[in-house]
């Protein structure tokens, strides 16, 4: 396998590392060193570890120094900016992507949820790999720039709100209905259910969803009607 040229990843991210095996090794996923166990960094969750403490306490600070808002809303409004989603879609932004060290099948598998908690937790080690090599301003100025850049968007377009609640809000501010939950299957043994549902404004079937709880399958649905709807 072609060494990664990783002074391409630093310009993305704007940091010079003194040490390139910090960054290095906030790209290794576990799975490949189970087919390259003589790889000489370990994996990445260690950094993860340390990285997801910083992301969490440089953006706690940041809420409590700028709102003056109750602590349930800044709790969102953290949630909303460092959730696994979140996380990996400025993982994708930074096109970190093709610098992860990947066991075969999981290079393959792009578009699973697992590849975005792949994304998320590179992201979280990438974080301790900077506060390692940088320090903490350095970590804070990178969370700073990359991460709560986004909280403009999340405020202005409320996505600090679960997409039930939020389409309820839409559904409410539009047609003046509460959408309900209709469960159109549900199959499997107990211990293994899939669900599937169906978020109705009235009559109309505004979205469909499936998952392993009617909650996972009402959230899914209330997600994919929000896009439908052109209101996410």
Do not use: C
């Amino acid at each position: 396998m072609a060494e990664k040229d990783f002074s391409k990843l630093e310009e993305k991210l704007g940091v010079k590392f003194k040490s390139i095996d910090y960054l290095r090794q906030a790209m290794v996923h576990r799975s490949y060193l189970n087919e390259h166990p003589d790889f000489e960094l370990g994996h990445n969750e260690r950094l993860e570890f340390l990285g997801d403490a910083v992301l969490e306490l440089v953006v706690t600070e940041y809420l409590y120094q700028k709102y003056e808002n109750p602590e349930g809303e800044l709790t969102n409004w953290r949630a909303a900016l460092v959730n696994a989603h979140m996380l990996a879609t400025v993982a994708r932004e930074l096109e970190i992507e093709e610098f992860l060290y990947l066991s075969r099948g999981e290079e393959r598998d792009k578009d699973s949820k697992a590849r975005q908690y792949i994304l998320a937790n590179a992201f979280e080690a990438l974080i301790g790999a900077i506060y390692l090599d940088q320090g903490w301003d350095a970590a804070d100025k990178f969370i700073n720039k990359i991460v709560l850049a986004k909280l403009p968007t999340i405020l202005k377009e409320k996505l600090y709100l679960d997409p039930k609640s939020r389409f309820q809000e839409a559904a409410q501010d539009q047609f003046g209905i509460t959408p309900n939950y209709k469960v159109l299957s549900e199959s499997g043994p107990d211990h293994a259910k899939h669900f599937r549902v169906a978020v109705m404004i009235g009559e109309e079937m505004a979205g469909v969803g499936e998952g392993s709880s009617k909650q996972e399958a009402q959230i899914e649905a209330a997600k994919n009607a929000l896009e439908e709807k052109g209101w996410s």
